[in-house]
């Protein structure tokens, strides 16, 4: 290689928040391993890759801080050879700086701050960090580099200061979570600030899971006109070289492995599996359970479960009642001999009966009614967390979005659980997603897809006797939830009034349900949660 060339390695990997010890041990063998095996002249790893993103309030914790300080001085002494550029939180005093710190021969070379401090969203930095107030650039091999975190590079001005500071490229340091459409979206502001400075861009951003965020990496290599020489694969952790060159103070870029996009239905699922499998292994759950209904959700489910931690740590559970039918039965038994799931079965009509018999002189009433389909769902429900006590198994609540939108769910009954994988998953992307799994293998069984979706809470149930048809119910709260859209708004464009104020007041009253629902992966633009915050008193009424 010339002299005038160097490698920059992005080092796209998955921290554990708060597991500075085992962070540390994760940075320093990437950086031996970009050495030894790409002749790396600087690795760049993500934001706040020391701590995990986001930190939250372990931010204030002083046991937290003194890690924080053993992993610094880890960092210090164990990066012996190419320089690394690697995020964690800095203390000045009171203050606490979202940090990039360049580390090499034993020393901190520089220090970057982040300048633009996201608040909105999924996004709290402002409860946090000190925003910094200018773009840091530090020369290396020649070449003066602009240090950027994450929002810096969302912004114009960072990157505009970063040339005006002599910066000849610019290096991002990220931790920018996956929402369906931000792969491309994410690609195409980075693309518009490399053109507006014309500086290329070496990009490395987080991948895993952490709590309701999924982080997807697709680190990037950017030349000054947008071009992509390199681009890392979604969901994957992983060292990815790119060669760098220095001509006459300009540098410039060789073309590097360029990862093909996925279709946006593959993103949304390869994001649920990396963030089930990353919640599960983080907390040190030796496997999950789940209950099969012989629906699309719970069978849905199973195959995210299977992919994301194999058989052998998932466990199916059939609870029939007199009101479950045979297909529902077979088609959950058959899709989990496909993949090869124990399964354990536990008819739930004599406790039906037991229960019956001691609540009916207080009620006045028989087995009927909602009363007695919620009992049929807590008494599923407490099987499942009777099950996991036994055996530390997590157990996953099969609920979608739209369900959990309208409320359509039984506390403490399906909406037991520990995590949610779909529950950012409207029921038209629950379909969607079956049918994309089926093409790599046909395990999600026909009959379950095509048939008409019921509760089985009584005789002759339907899902559409509670609820608008999915398509225009999804629509519906898409506009409402992820757009923010007024009722008006959608009257307007041609929905019906009543439809739309109905959903608009269910949504709004179901807060409470929510409230005490296990959590689960964001990957819509607007999920409930961590993202969408509404009161659970409220008076507020919104009228068409």
Same mark, same amino acid.
């Given at each position: 290689?010339?002299?005038?060339?160097?490698?920059?390695?992005?080092?796209?990997?998955?921290?554990?928040?708060?597991?500075?010890?085992?962070?540390?041990?994760?940075?320093?063998?990437?950086?031996?391993?970009?050495?030894?095996?790409?002749?790396?002249?600087?690795?760049?790893?993500?934001?706040?890759?020391?701590?995990?993103?986001?930190?939250?309030? &372990?931010?204030?914790?002083?046991?937290?801080?003194?890690?924080?300080?053993?992993?610094?001085?880890?960092?210090?002494?164990?990066?012996?050879?190419?320089?690394?550029?690697?995020?964690? *939180?800095?203390?000045?005093?009171?203050?606490?700086?979202?940090?990039?710190?360049?580390?090499?021969?034993?020393?901190?070379?520089?220090?970057?701050?982040?300048?633009?401090?996201?608040?909105?969203?999924?996004?709290?930095?402002?409860?946090?960090?000190?925003?910094?107030?200018?773009?840091?650039?530090?020369?290396?091999?020649?070449?003066?580099?602009?240090?950027?975190?994450?929002?810096?590079?969302?912004?114009?001005?960072?990157?505009?200061?970063?040339?005006?500071?002599?910066?000849?490229?610019?290096?991002?340091?990220?931790?920018?979570?996956?929402?369906?459409?931000?792969?491309?979206?994410?690609?195409?502001?980075?693309?518009?600030?490399?053109?507006?400075?014309?500086?290329?861009?070496?990009?490395?951003?987080?991948?895993?899971?952490?709590?309701?965020?999924?982080?997807?990496?697709?680190? &990037?290599?950017?030349?000054?006109?947008?071009?992509?020489?390199?681009?890392? *694969?979604?969901? #994957? #952790?992983?060292?990815?070289?790119?060669?760098?060159?220095?001509?006459?103070?300009?540098?410039?870029?060789?073309?590097?492995?360029?990862?093909?996009?996925?279709?946006?239905?593959?993103?949304?699922?390869?994001?649920?599996?990396?963030?089930?499998?990353?919640?599960?292994?983080?907390?040190?759950?030796?496997?999950?359970?789940?209950?099969?209904?012989?629906?699309?959700?719970?069978?849905?489910?199973?195959?995210?479960?299977?992919?994301?931690?194999?058989?052998?740590?998932?466990?199916?559970?059939?609870?029939?009642?007199?009101?479950?039918?045979?297909?529902?039965?077979?088609?959950?038994?058959?899709?989990?001999?496909?993949?090869?799931?124990?399964?354990?079965?536990?008819?739930?009509?004599?406790?039906?009966?037991?229960?019956?018999?001691?609540?009916?002189?207080?009620?006045?009433?028989?087995?009927?009614?909602?009363?007695?389909?919620?009992?049929?769902?807590?008494?599923?429900?407490?099987?499942?967390?009777?099950?996991?006590?036994?055996?530390?198994?997590?157990?996953?609540?099969?609920?979608?979005?739209?369900?959990?939108?309208?409320?359509?769910?039984?506390?403490?009954?399906?909406?037991?659980?520990?995590?949610?994988?779909?529950?950012?998953?409207?029921?038209?992307?629950?379909?969607?997603?079956?049918?994309?799994?089926?093409?790599?293998? *046909?395990?999600?069984?026909?009959?379950?897809?095509?048939?008409?979706?019921?509760?089985?809470?009584?005789?002759?149930?339907?899902?559409?006797?509670?609820?608008? *048809?999915?398509?225009?119910?999804?629509?519906?709260?898409?506009?409402?939830?992820?757009?923010?859209?007024?009722?008006?708004?959608?009257?307007?464009?041609?929905?019906?009034?009543?439809?739309?104020?109905?959903?608009?007041?269910?949504?709004?009253?179901?807060?409470? @349900?929510?409230?005490?629902?296990?959590?689960?992966?964001?990957?819509?633009?607007?999920?409930?949660?961590?993202?969408?915050?509404?009161?659970?008193?409220?008076?507020? @009424?919104?009228?068409?």
């Amino acid at each position: 290689m010339p002299a005038s060339a160097f490698t920059v390695v992005l080092a796209q990997i998955n921290v554990t928040v708060g597991d500075i010890r085992g962070n540390l041990a994760r940075i320093l063998n990437a950086a031996r391993d970009a050495e030894a095996a790409h002749g790396a002249d600087l690795i760049l790893f993500p934001e706040l890759a020391l701590t995990g993103y986001p930190p939250q309030d &372990l931010l204030f914790q002083p046991g937290f801080r003194a890690d924080l300080d053993g992993g610094l001085s880890g960092l210090l002494a164990g990066c012996k050879g190419a320089p690394i550029v690697v995020g964690y *939180p800095h203390y000045e005093g009171s203050r606490i700086y979202n940090a990039a710190a360049v580390i090499h021969q034993g020393g901190i070379k520089t220090l970057a701050f982040k300048q633009c401090l996201p608040n909105y969203g999924v996004f709290d930095e402002k409860r946090y960090f000190t925003p910094g107030e200018h773009t840091s650039v530090w020369s290396h091999r020649g070449v003066p580099m602009g240090i950027l975190i994450c929002e810096d590079l969302w912004d114009a001005a960072p990157s505009r200061r970063a040339r005006e500071g002599g910066a000849q490229m610019l290096l991002g340091l990220s931790a920018s979570p996956f929402s369906l459409g931000k792969i491309g979206e994410r690609e195409a502001v980075f693309a518009e600030r490399v053109r507006d400075v014309e500086l290329p861009l070496a990009y490395a951003n987080l991948v895993g899971g952490q709590d309701e965020l999924v982080f997807d990496g697709t680190s &990037l290599a950017l030349g000054r006109s947008g071009e992509v020489f390199g681009r890392a *694969p979604s969901f #994957e #952790e992983g060292l990815w070289p790119i060669r760098f060159n220095l001509d006459h103070g300009i540098v410039t870029l060789e073309p590097g492995a360029v990862t093909e996009h996925m279709a946006g239905v593959e993103t949304v699922y390869r994001a649920i599996t990396l963030a089930l499998g990353d919640y599960v292994r983080k907390n040190h759950f030796p496997g999950v359970l789940l209950g099969l209904s012989g629906g699309i959700d719970s069978a849905l489910t199973l195959a995210l479960a299977v992919d994301a931690l194999g058989a052998g740590r998932v466990k199916g559970v059939l609870m029939p009642s007199p009101y479950t039918s045979d297909l529902s039965r077979e088609e959950a038994l058959r899709q989990a001999r496909t993949l090869g799931v124990e399964t354990l079965e536990i008819p739930i009509d004599p406790l039906l009966r037991t229960i019956g018999e001691a609540i009916e002189p207080a009620l006045g009433s028989g087995r009927e009614g909602v009363v007695f389909e919620n009992i049929q769902a807590r008494t599923r429900g407490m099987l499942l967390m009777a099950l996991s006590n036994a055996s530390g198994r997590l157990v996953l609540s099969t609920g979608n979005k739209s369900e959990m939108a309208m409320g359509y769910a039984t506390l403490y009954g399906d909406m037991a659980g520990g995590f949610a994988p779909l529950r950012d998953v409207s029921k038209t992307l629950v379909y969607a997603l079956a049918r994309y799994r089926n093409t790599r293998a *046909p395990v999600i069984p026909d009959p379950v897809i095509e048939r008409e979706p019921t509760a089985e809470l009584r005789s002759g149930q339907r899902d559409r006797d509670s609820l608008p *048809p999915y398509d225009v119910l999804d629509s519906i709260l898409e506009a409402l939830v992820e757009q923010n859209r007024s009722v008006a708004d959608l009257v307007q464009s041609g929905f019906d009034a009543k439809m739309v104020q109905s959903v608009a007041r269910q949504v709004l009253v179901m807060e409470y @349900k929510r409230r005490q629902a296990p959590i689960g992966v964001k990957v819509s633009r607007r999920a409930f949660g961590i993202e969408r915050r509404y009161p659970v008193t409220s008076g507020f @009424k919104e009228e068409g």
